[in-house]
C-alpha cells in the first residue's frame, strides 16, 4: 500500500532534498508545498498522510498549520526547523505534532521518525474506523432503544428500565432485542463496547 508524505517548505532546496531522500522508498508519495497557505488551501482534499511541516515560514507558519489541522486524525506532522528550541518543541508538540527535529538532521533519523509517523497514522486511522462503524450502528437505533440501551449501560433491571419509561417490561425486552440485532451483537457486553466506542455515554 502507498504511503502518502506532504513536505511543507517554502525553502526550494530543503524541498528539494526532502524529496531526493524519500523517493528512495518505493512505497511513498512525496508531494511539496511551498507555504503553509499553499497546504491547508488544498487540505481537505488530501488524503490522509505524514506532514513534514516547516516551523518558520511566511504567511502562515508551521505553528498555525497545526492550529488549523486541530489534531486531525487524517495526519501526522513532523516539524522541521533550522532554528529549534525546547519553546518551540513544547509549542509544536501541544499543537499536534508527532516530534520535532531540527535542521540539517540526519537523514536516518528523519526516516525512523516518519516509520514511526506512518505506524501512528494508521493506528488513528484504525480506531478512526471503529469509532465510524460504531456510530453508525447507534444511529440505526430509535430514541426508545437508545433510552433502553441507556438503562441497561446504567446496569438497570428490565424492570426498572420500564418503571423509568413507563412501558411494560414485555415492551422492554422487545426493544432490548431489537437493539442487540440492530448492533449486531450477541451479549450485553458487545453492545455496551459499541456505545462507548461511539461516544454515546461518559467512561467515567
Known amino acids: ?51 513534514l511541516l516547516d516551523f518558520h515560514m511566511p504567511g502562515a ?22 532554528q529549534g ?6 509549542q509544536a508538540m501541544k499543537a499536534g ?3 520535532f527535529i531540527e ?18 497514522l494508521e493506528e488513528d486511522n484504525e480506531a478512526a474506523s471503529r469509532v465510524n462503524a460504531a456510530e453508525a450502528k447507534i444511529a440505526k437505533l430509535s430514541p426508545r432503544e437508545t433510552d433502553v440501551l441507556k438503562g441497561l449501560i446504567e446496569g438497570r433491571s428490565n424492570k426498572i428500565i420500564a418503571y423509568e419509561l413507563d412501558i411494560s417490561p414485555r415492551t422492554v425486552e422487545i426493544y432490548r432485542a431489537n437493539l442487540m440485532e440492530k448492533l449486531e451483537v450477541r451479549s450485553l457486553s458487545e453492545a455496551l463496547r459499541i456505545a462507548f466506542a461511539a461516544g454515546l455515554f461518559p467512561k467515567s
Request: net charge negative; no cysteine.
Open 61 to 82: 507558519t508551521g505553528l498555525d498549520v497545526l492550529t488549523a489541522l486541530d489534531s486531525s486524525p487524517r495526519f501526522v506532522p513532523i516539524v522541521l526547523t533550522g
Open 103 to 120: 535542521k540539517p538532521y540526519e537523514a536516518e533519523t528523519l526516516l525512523q521518525l516518519i516509520d514511526n509517523a506512518f505506524s501512528r
Open 1 to 51: 500500500m502507498s504511503r502518502t508524505i506532504y513536505i511543507v517548505d517554502d525553502d526550494d532546496a530543503v524541498r528539494a532534498s526532502l524529496h531526493s531522500l524519500l523517493s528512495v522508498r518505493q512505497d511513498l508519495i512525496v508531494r511539496g508545498f511551498r507555504s503553509g497557505d499553499a497546504f491547508l488551501q488544498d487540505v481537505s482534499e488530501l488524503d490522509p498522510g505524514v506532514l
Open 97 to 99: 505534532a508527532l516530534d
Open 85 to 90: 528550541n525546547v519553546g518551540l518543541a513544547v
